[in-house]
């Protein structure tokens, strides 16, 4: 602890946080490791983690950092050498890492979904308490001027007052993806559907009362495990209503809609990260497209966590946000699993994303990938 502890001060002379990157599949290569390239003002690389020692031979060799495998994790983490840890690891090992690296008193950015249960999400939020270390999930969308814009209109009237939102989110998952194993924590809720009830919830600037699911599987060999498909219903205060559907089994969609009593406004493409994303807005009878650029949107993600660590600021999105998606989504399975709604109590009131978290950072070129690929075939 006391050279986690000195590493933490060593950060704020350096006015730079030096992190490790637990896992080193499709997202850590494609984005999460080229983005350190834009985050050079706060962020560094210092080590990588992986069970895979082709991984960590080629990996090291081109980042220009030492590699570690799983088992080096507490004696890394008690170091000194890092001062934060990207996890991006499969669903069901979020909460152990993360709560090793808080409990050596090292800050986690931990990839969405927070965990696979709400008692998980405690874990993490209460060592991250008692060891004095940031908490922050990955919800890399809480930085991207496409979504953040829209949330910006939906808060300025400009739509009247919001009334609908819908949302589909959906692809071909190759089989013997990780996201189709249930010991994993995949289905689609966790994986793709957990972005359509954020946007939603953001959308609103509230939390569900009520909620209605259903899932099917059906016969493809693929889904033998999780979902295949889930359709949900949120019932908002106010009366007001978001659906959305998340499947791994269908082309590739990512939209979502906002309906308000002066107009509308669909975001689509809109939860894509190696893509433009578009606006088409439609007010008075009359529709104007608005497109974004390609951006770098894990850089975004670093360079704020990287401040909150070295300014002592609390995170937006924090583990109290992850821990509501977490726990909604548990409402929504039990909601397809019995065929009946599911109240849901009222939740702490999180920070509001804000326009001014978004960086306009180009593009990562993408890499060649060592032993890895895409979940989308």
Do not use: W
Not at 124 to 141: C, N, P
Not at 157 to 184: C, H, W, Y
Not at 281 to 291: E, N, V, Y
């Amino acid at each position: 602890m006391k050279g986690t502890r000195r590493a933490a001060r060593n950060a704020k002379q350096r006015n730079k946080v030096r992190y490790a990157v637990l896992g080193l599949g499709h997202i850590s290569q494609v984005a999460m490791l080229p983005a350190f390239a834009h985050a050079t003002r706060n962020s560094e690389l210092a080590a990588l983690v992986s069970g895979d020692a082709a991984k960590r031979r080629k990996l090291s060799r081109r980042y220009g950092v030492p590699a570690y495998g799983y088992e080096a994790c507490q004696e890394l983490f008690e170091s000194g050498d890092v001062d934060a840890v990207y996890i991006g690891l499969p669903n069901h090992l979020h909460c152990e890492y993360s709560v090793l690296a808080a409990n050596a008193g090292v800050h986690v950015l931990c990839e969405k979904p927070m965990a696979v249960s709400a008692a998980e999400c405690e874990r993490m939020i209460q060592a991250a308490q008692d060891h004095r270390v940031k908490l922050m999930i990955g919800y890399r969308l809480h930085f991207e001027e496409a979504n953040l814009r829209a949330l910006e209109i939906a808060r300025s009237g400009k739509l009247g007052d919001p009334r609908i939102f819908s949302s589909t989110f959906s692809m071909q998952v190759k089989a013997g993806n990780i996201r189709t194993q249930e010991a994993a924590g995949g289905g689609t809720l966790y994986d793709i559907g957990i972005y359509c009830l954020q946007a939603a919830r953001q959308v609103f600037g509230s939390d569900p009362v009520e909620v209605l699911a259903m899932s099917a599987q059906g016969d493809d060999p693929r889904f033998r495990e999780v979902d295949e498909m889930t359709s949900a219903i949120l019932r908002f205060p106010g009366n007001r209503f978001a659906a959305f559907t998340s499947s791994f089994g269908a082309a590739d969609v990512s939209a979502y809609r906002i309906v308000g009593t002066k107009g509308d406004l669909r975001v689509e493409p809109a939860y894509e990260y190696q893509g433009h994303l578009a606006h088409h807005l439609t007010l008075a009878g009359r529709s104007r497209t608005r497109r974004f650029g390609k951006r770098d949107q894990f850089g975004p993600e670093l360079i704020y966590f990287s401040d909150c660590v070295l300014r002592d600021r609390e995170p937006e999105p924090s583990g109290l946000e992850g821990m509501i998606d977490v726990k909604i989504i548990e409402a929504l399975q039990f909601a397809a699993q019995s065929g009946r709604s599911v109240p849901l109590p009222a939740f702490p009131r999180e920070r509001k994303p804000a326009l001014r978290q978004g960086r306009r950072l180009p593009p990562v070129r993408k890499p060649s990938l060592v032993r890895a690929e895409s979940a989308s075939r």
